[in-house]
């Protein structure tokens, strides 16, 4: 026999009672077919209707009373199924964050199939979907945009600083040859190839900025040529950026026209005592070529 508990209507919990208990109130009127019950074996409260073992009580107390018998308990309602689609779309949406926007763009196609097929009341995550994707894929243009004169800058400041270092052992492999050679400066015509043994590796007579189809893009203060290097001011020009060309050597008429750093305001000069500097453009004309 089992026991059920019900809720009164003054909302008080009666009970546990008997099926035949419950029976009995059910004719004599005190529990209608909306009232609360839970059987002892349930988790969950439902009208005394949807019980089918009182369906014969209550058909017999709405004839009794003249009462139309209660309609059985409809089902409640399955929760709506969420497209496949519609959650395809919000995860490429939120991973085009990560994929440079390229999954966003499917995930926009994706979700709006899904919007399209969507039933009335069941368009939120596709909607989510769509949204997220589209501005992914709007965002990361812009993004990038930003990023783009960002990244040329830090480009251009690398080459910048690539090719300070070439000046500076550049510099120091004509000291170490002024030091094999009784203190005097290589000379101005074979420049190059009088250094060439006291550098690692011929790419340091390149600037990363210059056309690389050049051998070299460094020149050589001509007015040095063979001098003693003690004798020398230390702040004259020893190397500088040019064109390009092996052994190259000469004076200011052979600086750059358009610098190659700094947005064409910055010429790498190298001096006489080894120290590298970036010049701009403003003080070409103050350097010191005179020994």
């Not at 919990?13 to 004719?27: K, N």
């Not at 089902?75 to 939120?94: E, M, Y």
């Not at 001096?271 to 500097?277: K, L, N, Q, R, Y």
């Not at 010049?279 to 103050?286: A, E, G, I």
Request: with cysteine; hydrophobic share 45%.
């Amino acid at each position: 026999m089992a026991n059920y508990t019900l809720i009164g209507g003054d909302q008080k919990q009666y009970g546990p009672v008997t099926d035949e208990q419950l029976r009995q109130w059910i004719f004599d009127g005190r529990v209608n077919p909306q009232s609360q019950v839970k059987a002892e074996s349930d988790a969950e409260w439902r009208p005394l209707s949807a019980f089918p073992e009182f369906a014969a009580a209550l058909a017999a107390r709405s004839a009794a009373s003249g009462a139309p018998p209660p309609a059985p308990s409809a089902a409640p309602p399955l929760p709506a199924k969420t497209s496949g689609l519609a959650v395809t779309s919000l995860v490429l949406g939120i991973l085009g964050l990560f994929t440079c926007g390229i999954t966003a763009l499917f995930g926009l196609i994706l979700g709006i199939i899904a919007l399209v097929k969507a039933k009335q009341g069941r368009t939120g995550i596709a909607l989510a979907g769509v949204i997220v994707s589209a501005i992914v894929v709007i965002m990361i243009p812009l993004f990038a945009a930003m990023l783009l004169p960002a990244l040329a800058a830090a480009k251009q400041k690398a080459q910048e600083i690539n090719c300070m270092n070439n000046e500076k052992q550049l510099a120091l492999a004509v000291h170490m040859y002024s030091n094999d050679n009784k203190d005097q400066f290589p000379p101005a015509a074979t420049w190059c190839d009088a250094i060439r043994s006291h550098v690692g590796s011929e790419r340091i007579f390149q600037c990363p900025a210059g056309d690389q189809s050049q051998r070299c893009h460094y020149a050589y203060n001509a007015r040095l040529d063979g001098l003693d290097a003690s004798k020398v001011n230390p702040n004259t020009v020893l190397i500088f950026e040019t064109g390009g060309g092996w052994n190259v050597s000469g004076g200011p008429e052979l600086m750059l026209n358009h610098a190659r750093h700094g947005r064409g305001r910055i010429f790498v000069v190298a001096f006489a005592d080894g120290h590298v500097e970036a010049v701009t453009d403003s003080r070409l004309n103050t350097l010191r070529w005179d020994p």
